[in-house]
């Protein structure tokens, strides 16, 4: 048997050597179309990438890649190889006995192999398309994904001195060049990802490496919390700004509970245009809104009554029953994905999932929780909308 | 304008004393001349109940009259009381199309800014947890207010200033703005724990029994509570220059405090000084507010070691919003609290969060609500969420602190709690003390409350029977409770 990780076969197939990342991005962009178009498919993922590392040698690969080469003969059939490893067969129309044939040969390659994530169940996956769009799609964007950055080398702690020379420095300093946008998405049935809202923050990393370099600004959270009222107000600044919120669509912006009773925020408010009532999301923090109750309360009846969304971040699965928005009268709720969400049973049970977004979207594991607890909002690296057109346009 | 002030002292024989007030006379005197329709919205600040307006209050209710000023062709003033009054033309819808359609619903006007509309916000916001007065709109004892200007002249004549009486000044509505509270460049040196000592204080809980009258012979001491007094804090602090009314500032400082007390503990530890009884030959178990980063430090582990070996009892007080704000460090602290075979007690839960969160969720085996006499003023429907989440955290595992009066014990009880700790429990326990101490002749129930909370040897200096102090209670008292 001839071994075909990148080979192609008839037409319509792959082109000979297609190199991983753009294996990635060919089957990102098929998953895109068959969802707009709603054309039929099937595919057979191989979660590769889920083995253990002593089965994960290029001979065990090579023949997990074999074991796929009956569905080559189905009609318009690609052979997706991705960076991470995993494969991905597409094909149209019904394929029984081909993929009969592939999942028996999948099962005899580890049958000596106890552990779970052998298991032909768990290591091969059969999809439709466009209903299963979105494992697909994580699949394919998890693999165009460039790798993690090396950890930074260990900085000193912020400490009163450092972060009074820092709160001096930013009060002349220019942060526009480190105000960065993240999507926050809807998950459309047979649509992909559309944009809900931007949210817009600073990249702390930038602004610590230019303005406080031999510092790490979180190490003490107090301090750094304190830093983030001086960084709420430049941010308000910053959106007050000229030409920013004419051109700006719905956005979020993560603020503290005392810098929606600033003055700050009365400017911001005032020169918020009448179109974005409604469409501007306000992130806080637990720790925030228990600190002082009776401020949060005056600061959520104020920002509610001027049309702004509350969102509650910052949300992890110990905390989901701590804060339950009905009790706190917050709109939103984000919890950010963390893998024991997969295994606790009710985490979001009391929540509706339309008041839920789920943040550190950053694998198919995460994709397939959300889509499974009926979750549509979503942040992280693998929610990126297809077009930079809201959900609502 | 010699009309206008004439109608004007005719409607205010004695004139108001603030320019601003002048102005609204003005205002109202020109109303009665020629009515124009015109309504008043009143804020009254100056009713919230204690602490009273903050800037943040008087900041926003600003902000909102001033917009609905805009929109309606008003006025606001602001009285020598801090009040604020609005004059404006009311809000009507217009046909549009045969259709009566909202003028400003296409300015960006949320719906709650009109004249009319304002009052029930306003209430709203300023009632926070229910406390203030809620009313009608034309209620003039509400903290808001809204009436027709030709309905209610009366009324506004009541909130001005006569002259001769002497005007107060109001604090800016930016007062509390972070950059009005600028850093220090450092901590106050010496944070040692040698340092510390004379700020640590100790407080004894106590049980009450829930029904039946709440004599002293009742009291059972049930725990000891080591902290630094916020007052002695405040004093040294004041002595390096002050700290900043910053509660980010507040709780860094508490880092450095908390593994100052632990050395502090550890080095009086089988010394037999007034600590070390504190600790371990006082009322047990021990009660030790710590931050979570001090839970997770070595000095922890080295004296759960020391109460372990001694078979001392002691529970670990966490913060509420430190624990939300680090939920994996408290699952690690919860974790180390429980190895020592220590309990963990959840404390900064006011009736608020009590209501906004379900502190029983974080796993403490007992919760400190602190007492505030808003509990007293709270509406049905809020006193109803406040009892249903003490039922659901569990009566037997609520502590009320900052028990400091007899009416926070009365609610307490009422409300179906045994445990309490504040200064009106140290009080009873002091007189108890008093009742049985044979040495007690010249002692004042304050000297002995005093007393019993030091935990150094000057402050219990003057005292000739320490063992009875330690124990809190008389053993025929314990018995009897």
């Known amino acids: ?393 | 304008m010699m009309v206008i002030e004439a109608a004007r002292n005719a409607a205010f024989p004695t004139p108001p004393a603030s320019a601003a007030e002048r102005l609204l006379a003005d205002a109202l005197a020109r109303e009665m001349r020629a009515p124009q329709g015109r309504v008043a919205v009143v804020a009254l600040l100056s009713r919230l109940p204690p602490p009273g307006a903050q800037p943040h209050h008087r900041r926003i209710a600003r902000a909102l009259l001033d917009d609905c000023a805009q929109r309606h062709d008003g006025q606001v003033f602001q009285l020598h009381s801090g009040d604020l009054v609005l004059l404006a033309r009311p809000h009507t819808p217009y046909p549009v199309d045969g259709r009566h359609q909202d003028r400003h619903s296409d300015e960006g006007d949320p719906g709650e800014g009109t004249p009319q509309a304002l009052p029930r916000l306003l209430t709203r916001l300023l009632q926070g947890d229910g406390t203030a007065r809620e009313g009608s709109d034309n209620d003039m004892t509400a903290v808001a207010a809204g009436f027709p200007l030709a309905e209610g002249h009366d009324r506004l004549r009541g909130l001005l200033h006569p002259t001769g009486r002497p005007l107060r000044s109001l604090p800016g509505i930016d007062d509390d703005a972070p950059e009005k509270t600028p850093l220090p460049g450092r901590l106050p040196a010496g944070w040692r724990a040698a340092d510390v000592a004379g700020l640590l204080q100790v407080q004894v809980g106590a049980r009450l029994p829930a029904a039946g009258g709440v004599g002293v012979a009742r009291i059972l001491p049930v725990h000891r509570a080591l902290f630094i007094a916020p007052g002695l804090l405040a004093a040294r602090l004041a002595a390096h220059g002050g700290m900043p009314a910053d509660r980010c500032l507040r709780q860094h400082l508490a880092i450095p405090l908390g593994h100052a007390v632990l050395a502090l503990v550890r080095a009086a530890w089988g010394r037999g000084g007034p600590l070390d009884a504190a600790v371990r030959a006082g009322v047990a178990p021990l009660h030790l507010s710590l931050p979570l980063p001090v839970i997770l430090s070595d000095g922890f582990s080295a004296l759960a070691g020391l109460c372990h070996d001694a078979g001392t009892p002691a529970r670990v007080v966490v913060d509420m919003a430190e624990a939300c704000d680090n939920p994996a460090s408290l699952a690690r602290a919860r974790g180390r609290v429980a190895a020592a075979g220590m309990s963990l007690v959840l404390a900064g839960v006011g009736h608020q969060a009590l209501v906004l969160a379900r502190p029983e969720a974080l796993g403490a085996d007992l919760v400190q609500v602190q007492w505030s006499a808003a509990l007293t003023r709270l509406p049905q429907a809020r006193r109803l969420e406040v009892a249903a989440a003490i039922g659901r955290v569990g009566r037997e595992r609520v502590m009320l602190t900052g028990a400091d009066s007899e009416a926070a014990l009365h609610w307490g009880r009422a409300a179906g709690l045994h445990l309490f700790q504040g200064r009106h429990v140290e009080a009873m326990l002091a007189a108890t003390r008093l009742l049985a101490c044979p040495q007690a002749a010249a002692c004042t129930l304050r000297q002995c409350a005093e007393r019993a909370s030091a935990t150094q040897v000057p402050g219990r200096r003057d005292c000739d029977n320490p063992r009875l102090l330690d124990q809190a209670v008389p053993d025929t008292a314990r018995a009897a409770a």
């Not at chain 1, 977004?357 to 198919?364: E, M, N």
């Open chain 1, 1 to 393: 048997m001839n071994a075909i990780p990148f080979r192609t076969r008839g037409p319509g197939l792959a082109p000979p050597g297609l190199e991983p990342h753009e294996a990635a991005r060919q089957l990102e962009s098929l998953v895109r179309e068959t969802t707009a178009t709603g054309a039929m498919r099937q595919a057979l993922l191989l979660r590769l990438s889920t083995l253990p590392r002593d089965l994960a040698q290029p001979h065990h690969l090579r023949l997990a890649h074999e074991a796929l080469e009956p569905l080559m003969a189905a009609d318009r059939a690609r052979l997706f190889v991705l960076p991470t490893a995993d494969a991905v067969m597409v094909w149209r129309g019904p394929a029984p006995a081909l993929l009969a044939a592939s999942k028996e040969r999948l099962r005899h390659l580890f049958t000596d192999d106890s552990r779970a994530t052998t298991a032909p169940d768990r290591l091969a996956v059969h999809l439709g398309l466009p209903e299963d769009a979105a494992t697909l799609l994580a699949a394919a964007i998890a693999g165009s994904l460039p790798p993690a950055a090396a950890p930074a080398p260990p900085r000193d702690p912020l400490d009163l001195a450092a972060l009074a020379a820092l709160e001096a420095a930013l009060v002349r300093a220019d942060l526009s060049r480190f105000a960065r946008r993240r999507a926050i998405c809807t998950l459309v049935p047979g649509q992909g990802f559309r944009l809900a809202w931007e949210k817009r923050l600073f990249c702390l990393l930038e602004l610590a490496e230019t303005l406080a370099p031999d510092r790490d600004l979180k190490a003490e959270p107090w301090l750094f919390r304190r830093l983030t009222r001086t960084l709420d107000r430049r941010m308000m600044a910053l959106l007050t700004a000229p030409d920013e919120l004419r051109l700006a669509g719905p956005f979020g912006v993560v603020l503290n509970v005392a810098s929606i009773l600033s003055s700050d925020f009365l400017r911001f408010d005032a020169a918020l245009p009448a179109r974005l009532r409604g469409q501007v999301v306000i992130e806080l923090r637990p720790a925030d809104i228990l600190a002082d109750t009776a401020a949060f309360l005056f600061a959520r009846e104020f920002a509610q009554a001027r049309g702004y969304r509350l969102l509650l971040g910052g949300i992890t699965a110990d905390l989901a029953g701590v804060l339950p928005p009905d009790a706190t009268g917050i709109d939103l709720l984000q919890l950010t994905w963390d893998p024991v969400l997969a295994n606790s049973e009710n985490v979001v049970r009391s929540i509706l999932p339309g008041r839920l977004v789920l943040g550190g979207v950053d694998s198919a594991e995460a994709l397939a929780w959300a889509r499974g607890q009926g979750i549509a909002l979503h942040e992280g690296r693998l929610a990126r909308p297809a077009t930079a057109r809201f959900a609502a346009d």
